[in-house]
């Protein structure tokens, strides 16, 4: 599995990628949900993106964005061995 943070490495990586491609793009805090979407993606596509992106703009004003889980190390072991071939993780000043 190859791992970008930029929108541009992302970009040029995807062109490589056989098609169709799948897309997962979770917030993080991966579970057994996950893993079957990607499980899905593999068995109907040729390649499998996944993102790892807590998105400020899903939370509303009274929930905690600072709260929320974030495992990136566990998040990108996960993807790895459930087959994702490209996983980009942008910073919140990348996006």
């Known amino acids: 599995m190859r ?25 993080g805090a991966l579970h057994a949900g996950h893993e079957s979407l990607v499980a899905r993606a593999r068995r109907e596509c040729a390649s499998v993106i996944a993102s790892v992106f807590v998105n400020p703009l899903q939370f509303g004003p009274t929930e905690d964005l600072d709260r929320y889980p974030r495992s ?17 993780m942008p910073s919140r000043e990348e996006m």
Request: glycine share 4%; aromatic share 8%.
């Open 3 to 27: 791992t970008v943070h930029s929108v541009a490495d992302a970009r040029h990586a995807r062109a490589t990628l056989p098609h169709p491609i799948g897309f997962i793009p979770p917030m």
């Open 72 to 88: 990136p190390e566990a998040d990108a072991a996960t993807f790895e061995k459930a087959g994702v071939d490209l996983l980009f």
